[in-house]
């Protein structure tokens, strides 16, 4: 390959690694954890500036009660929902950490519905672009989205509760163990659902803050799924044990065990996640 480019050997590589990648991570489904090695700081601001496509894919499909707003650029872009009928209401927040992949919020269409329709504005950060392989960068993807979307909509400055899915139950705890430090709101409770920071035999990892920083103020309950064999429940009881109010709650209903539980909208995903969240954020806010 004499006279060939170093970025088109570059480009070859990553053409040939990405399929192995993407058939290991999508048959575990949406919310996972992809690999990536360690960076040094030249090449992880070098990722970064690649994460940044000039025309972000924006578009959901959710109810037309439901006003969407993209916020940013990339990786460090959020989408915003909100009630259509109360546009420039200061409203509370929830933010919305998704699986790995689930960049649009209408993977969780049903549970991000429901949380608009009771008064919530959803901040769902988009934290990564393809090729999806920079787990390393994900918190930092995550705190700018949310960042960008609170300097955007009208909310209320109490009562935020962070809910996140596999890699956003992750990247949720992360948050509140680093919001103030970023200078930014610290979640008054914290749903983690089924979190996970990597896949089973691959190294690579999304990095976890020091959570014993998430403030004792702040309730914690992190899920485990009992048939989850794409994360387990390792970063849950990792959680569970650093946070100072912190309680591992162990699904066990069949029906929603597995990992894709807390992406359905059926009366057992209702009442296992969407019911608790909603307990979580009448206790916070009260």
């Given at each position: 390959?004499?006279?060939?480019?170093?970025?088109?050997?570059?480009?070859?590589?990553?053409?040939?690694?990405?399929?192995?990648?993407?058939?290991?991570?999508?048959?575990?489904?949406?919310?996972?954890?992809?690999?990536?090695?360690?960076?040094?700081?030249?090449?992880r601001a070098e990722r970064r500036e690649q994460r940044q496509p000039p025309?972000?894919?924006?578009?959901?499909?959710?109810?037309?009660?439901?006003?969407?707003?993209?916020?940013?650029?990339?990786?460090?872009?959020?989408?915003?929902?909100?009630?259509?009928?109360?546009?420039?209401?200061?409203?509370?927040?929830?933010?919305?950490?998704?699986?790995?992949?689930?960049?649009?919020?209408?993977?969780?269409?049903?549970?991000?519905?429901?949380?608009?329709?009771?008064?919530?504005?959803?901040?769902?950060?988009?934290?990564?672009?393809?090729?999806?392989?920079?787990?390393?960068?994900?918190?930092?993807?995550?705190?700018?989205?949310?960042?960008?979307?609170?300097?955007?909509?009208?909310?209320?400055?109490?009562?935020?509760?962070?809910?996140?899915?596999?890699?956003?139950?992750?990247?949720?705890?992360?948050?509140?163990?680093?919001?103030?430090?970023?200078?930014?709101?610290?979640?008054?409770?914290?749903?983690?659902?089924?979190?996970?920071?990597?896949?089973?035999?691959?190294?690579?990892?999304?990095?976890?803050?020091?959570?014993?920083?998430?403030?004792?103020?702040?309730?914690?309950?992190?899920?485990?799924?009992?048939?989850?064999?794409?994360?387990?429940?390792?970063?849950?009881?990792?959680?569970?044990?650093?946070?100072?109010?912190?309680?591992?709650?162990?699904?066990?209903?069949?029906?929603?065990?597995?990992?894709?539980?807390?992406?359905?909208?059926?009366?057992?995903?209702?009442?296992?996640?969407?019911?608790?969240?909603?307990?979580?954020?009448?206790?916070?806010?009260?």
């Amino acid at each position: 390959m004499c006279g060939t480019s170093a970025a088109t050997l570059t480009a070859v590589r990553r053409r040939r690694l990405l399929p192995l990648l993407l058939t290991a991570l999508c048959a575990s489904a949406c919310g996972k954890e992809a690999p990536a090695p360690d960076a040094t700081a030249p090449e992880r601001a070098e990722r970064r500036e690649q994460r940044q496509p000039p025309t972000p894919q924006a578009t959901t499909d959710l109810p037309p009660d439901v006003a969407v707003t993209y916020a940013g650029r990339g990786a460090d872009a959020a989408f915003i929902l909100r009630p259509r009928d109360k546009p420039a209401a200061r409203l509370p927040v929830v933010l919305f950490g998704h699986g790995w992949f689930a960049t649009n919020p209408q993977v969780y269409r049903g549970w991000v519905t429901h949380l608009v329709r009771q008064g919530n504005v959803v901040v769902y950060p988009v934290y990564q672009t393809v090729p999806y392989l920079s787990p390393e960068l994900a918190l930092e993807g995550f705190t700018n989205g949310v960042r960008t979307a609170l300097r955007r909509t009208p909310h209320t400055p109490d009562g935020l509760v962070a809910v996140g899915h596999s890699a956003g139950g992750a990247l949720v705890a992360d948050y509140a163990a680093t919001a103030a430090e970023a200078g930014l709101p610290v979640p008054e409770a914290v749903l983690s659902a089924y979190p996970g920071r990597k896949l089973p035999r691959f190294d690579p990892r999304i990095p976890e803050e020091d959570l014993t920083r998430i403030p004792r103020s702040t309730e914690v309950v992190a899920l485990a799924g009992a048939a989850d064999v794409v994360v387990g429940d390792t970063a849950a009881r990792s959680l569970v044990r650093q946070a100072p109010d912190a309680t591992l709650v162990t699904v066990t209903d069949p029906t929603v065990a597995d990992h894709r539980g807390p992406q359905r909208a059926d009366a057992e995903s209702r009442r296992a996640f969407w019911r608790r969240l909603d307990a979580l954020i009448r206790r916070a806010r009260r």
